[in-house]
């Protein structure tokens, strides 16, 4: 958390400014449209860092150069992403994967990386361990991590191999630290001012394809980050100041000619590591005297190079050991040296790579070259669409792999719901040599655009439907694999694929706040895809979606000329559809503009074109932008009616994302007509769907319109704390999602001041904000669930008395194993609110699960108390 100290910096130089200027704090608080008692605090050092528009609005009264103005808000922004960062922290400690296999042989190498990274006097800032392929980098930078990481306050893994473009390695860092997205920031500045107060690890894995960007990224971070230190892994050093480097050798072997007892043999880590491996494939193998001279040259000719010797064990599934040995020789004397350009562990490990690539098939061979273009891992759909080709029939891809994932060449994680495939990064670029080799790089390269083209595609009307959630987790598990993609259209200048993809990828940029990526692919797409080159309709898509994501980056006049480009495009084609489409987007423009009359008016024709159309998802959408317009005049009534029947809408179609965003317009429209309890609950329903959806943009909005609600109800501390809840959500999302005007949040902070004391309030308002998203969400839900008992309540002892009439029948349906959408359809409520009658059994019987809710509500009876539930369609 910023500390007193570091407020009082902004402090005294707000001071400063305006005693320079000749104003008196009520002078400059009227010049500001401040009120004199905030000028006074923010002096003082015992507020909060004031919101962005209050720092403009300062600096317009005191006449600021710009120089001027960015040294104020360097000053005034460092204690909140000081805060910022400290609620990330709070949330998430380490962010690195857990070893899979024991580290074996590396005792020293890790000792000696531990000493570098955490000496008492002089620890590395920077420590980079270097080695060739397979010599096992990533896993003893992962080990030492794992390791130390309790000594920061915080560590983070970043893996940099599916990586290709150096533009994307400091916005990968930052997503994969949880940095907030800024429109006007790049991802350097965020991470510096993210990490400046950290004593935080950050292990870059695989940063040879990426090296200048990864040493700029060092150079910038570590003077600027006091207390960051890096640990890198990569085939050469960063070549920064201040870098340390490791140098990885390979295990100890023994000579080709040793004659050794089995002790001796295993004093060997090489030999250690062999017979590790082995023993996954050959539980009941074992070292005698009699095998002691073949393991011992199967160690010597593979020059103790681990992923060499790993893939060696493998073999014994089908070889017998002496057969090994005998391979090995014969592929070393065809290859001899290998390259001379290359290292010498790099020649051998081409050696033993080309050894097992000879071992396979060749539809075998044909499978492994061609998933050397999937980025990361893909699931089993997208690699038999990829590798299925010539002699590989798609039916034959699945039996392939499997044979592949015994050899060891190829990687399956089955955590989750679909097992996903990948290769290890040395075999993987093997793999890509392979493919170019054969000649099928460019048709390999094309079925897998084309396969993530039509993923994309079949995913856009699905992230409008009951389904949204899922379709939004799987586009970002692929989205690797998805920027691969739209590299390879790019680069084969295909710019109607290009511009399909990005444009069937915005849904999800939007819903899950990536909105730089988005907008920076959409813009360049459509940059180089002139009128000429695509089909009018289809540029006419992208900058809608162009226009959409510019709205919610709140860059308003962006959005204004690509929406009214869209508009003239539609109405050129005869679309009324996409007319009708336009005219939602800039009546909303209009609305957040502050022209509400020319915002109803191009609301109120968008709607009657989409009653005309029969469009039910256009038709929601105008209504419930146009209720929130009618919000803003003033016309409660009718917002009411136009939030319901749009509510109503999104509920017949399922959209999660939509029917939260409009539960939370409506609760707080039924809050301002004087219903506090009831838009508390529509409120606290649509917390819920921005969870599930990960809709961060709305979430803040809920959280500060229940503040608005609770501060009605004259209970200021709740409104405090969940005014910082919402500010550190915002915050976390990034300026762009900016829902709240200025006005707003004074009035608010005014309404709780007025029944709380400013030192109350200062600290409710920090105990909110170092709240999870999830904790705060909880800590909302719990306020509004009505009493259940003593505290302690637990499954074993509860009974119907605490349980609603409504969350019986659900109980009853969950026995039945429906689904949130089939017990929405039997009870006639959204699916939504199903979700919150079941968070609320959660609750009450404290349990983690739907499935355990289901189990006891089976033991305790609750059965058939509704109707048939709807069958799936």
């Known amino acids: 958390m910023a500390t007193r100290d570091q407020s009082s910096v902004f402090g005294a130089q707000l001071r400063a400014l305006r005693l320079r200027s000749g104003l008196s704090q009520e002078a400059l608080a009227e010049r500001a449209g401040l009120g004199t008692a905030a000028v006074a605090a923010l002096e003082r050092g015992s507020r909060r860092s004031p919101y962005p528009a209050t720092l403009g609005a300062l600096a317009e009264a005191l006449g600021l150069s710009p120089e001027e103005r960015s040294s104020l808000v360097a000053a005034a922004r460092r204690p909140i992403l000081a805060q910022a960062t400290a609620a990330s922290i709070k949330q998430r400690r380490s962010r690195l994967r857990a070893p899979l ?60 191999a599916p990586i290709t473009e150096p533009a994307l390695v400091a916005e990968t860092v930052a997503a994969a630290l949880g940095v907030p997205d800024h429109p006007n920031h790049s991802a350097l500045d965020r991470l510096s001012l993210f990490l400046e107060y950290t004593r935080g690890l950050l292990v870059l894995d695989n940063c040879e394809h990426v090296l200048e960007a990864c040493g700029q990224l060092a150079t910038r971070l570590l003077p600027e980050c006091p207390k960051l230190r890096i640990l890198a892994t990569s085939r050469e050093p960063l070549q920064v100041p201040g870098e340390r480097v490791l140098r990885l050798a390979a295990l100890a072997a023994p000579e080709p000619h040793d004659v050794l007892t089995v002790d001796q043999l295993c004093e060997y880590a090489a030999v250690r590591l062999f017979l590790e491996r082995v023993h996954l494939f050959a539980p009941t193998f074992q070292l005698t005297r009699r095998n002691a001279d073949a393991v011992a040259q199967v160690c010597a000719r593979l020059e103790g190079i681990p992923l060499a010797l790993e893939l060696a064990a493998a073999r014994l599934q089908v070889l017998s050991l002496d057969q090994l040995v005998a391979r090995l020789d014969r ?22 790579l080309d050894w097992s690539y000879g071992l396979l098939t060749e539809p075998e061979q044909a499978v492994f070259r061609r998933l050397a273009v999937v980025a990361g891992s893909c699931e089993l759909e997208a690699a038999e669409a990829i590798c299925q080709a010539d002699e590989v029939a798609v039916a034959e891809v699945l039996d392939l792999l499997a044979r592949l994932v015994n050899k060891s060449l190829v990687l399956v994680d089955s955590g989750g719901a679909a097992a996903r495939y990948r290769l290890l990064e040395p075999v993987r670029q093997y793999a890509e040599q392979q493919l170019a080799a054969s000649g099928e790089e460019q048709p390999a390269r094309a079925r897998h655009a084309a396969w993530y083209l039509g993923l994309a595609e079949r995913a856009r009307p699905e992230l409008a ?49 990536q909105l730089n990526e988005g907008r920076r692919a959409l813009e360049a797409a459509l940059g180089r895809s002139p009128s000429s080159d695509v089909p009018p309709y289809r540029r006419r898509d992208a900058l809608q979606a162009a226009g959409q994501l510019a709205h919610w980056q709140a860059d308003l006049e962006a959005a204004q000329v690509f929406l009214e480009e869209c508009l003239r495009l539609s109405r050129e084609l005869n679309d009324d559809a996409g007319v009708a489409e336009a005219l939602t987007w800039l009546g909303t423009l209009a609305r957040r503009a502050g022209r509400y009359a020319e915002s109803a008016a191009t609301l109120d024709e968008s709607t009657a074109a989409q009653r005309a159309l029969g469009n039910s998802h256009g038709l929601a959408r105008a209504l419930l932008t146009s209720g929130v317009t009618a919000t803003h005049m003033g016309d409660l009534a009718r917002a009411r009616s136009l939030l319901e029947e749009s509510r109503t809408l999104f509920g017949q179609l399922g959209d999660v994302r939509f029917i939260a965003m409009t539960s939370t317009m409506l609760g707080e429209c039924l809050a301002a007509t004087g219903d506090v309890p009831g838009g508390s609950l529509l409120l606290a329903e649509s917390l ?63 309404a709780v001041l007025a029944q709380l004391a400013e030192a109350e309030f200062d600290a409710a308002v920090a105990a909110g904000y170092g709240l999870s998203a999830d904790e705060a969400i909880d800590e909302a839900l719990a306020d509004l669930l009505p009493a259940s008992g003593e505290p302690g309540t637990t499954a074993a002892a509860a009974d119907s008395r605490q349980f609603t009439p409504r969350e019986r029948e659900v109980l009853a349906l969950l026995v039945r194993g429906c689904s949130d959408r089939q017990i929405a359809e039997a009870l006639s409520i959204s699916a939504a609110t199903v979700g919150v009658h079941v968070h609320h059994l959660l609750r009450k019987l404290d349990l983690h699960s739907r499935w355990q809710v289901a189990d006891w509500a089976r033991n305790q009876g609750y059965r058939n108390s509704v109707g048939r539930p709807p069958e799936t369609v």
């Open 331 to 352: 592929v070393f004397a065809i290859l001899g040296g290998g390259h001379r350009s290359a290292p010498t562990r790099q020649q051998t490990m081409r050696a033993t």
């Open 465 to 513: 439907g009951p389904d949204q959630v899922a379709w939004l987790d799987r586009l970002h598990r692929e989205r690797d694999n998805l920027r691969a993609a739209v590299r390879w259209l790019r680069e084969r200048d295909d710019g109607d694929g290009e511009l399909r993809l990005v444009t069937a990828l915005a849904r999800y940029w939007e819903a899950r706040g």
């Open 688 to 750: 819920v769907g921005h969870r599930r959806v990960g809709n961060l943009g709305f979430l803040h909005f809920g959280l500060f319109a229940l503040a608005e609600a609770a501060a009605a109800q004259a209970r200021p501390v709740r409104a405090a704390r969940l005014l910082g809840a919402s500010e550190a959500v915002r915050e976390s999302v990034g300026a762009a999602h900016a829902l709240i005007n200025r006005e707003s949040r004074d009035r608010l902070v005014a």
């Open 101 to 160: 296999v024991r580290l074996v042989g590396r005792e020293a190498d890790l000792a000696t990386a531990r000493a570098l990274l955490d000496a008492p006097d002089a620890p590395a800032r920077v420590l980079t361990i270097v080695g060739p392929g397979g010599v096992g980098k990533s896993a003893l930078g992962l080990q030492v991590a794992s390791e130390l990481w309790q000594r920061f306050d915080a560590a983070w893994l970043v893996e940099l």
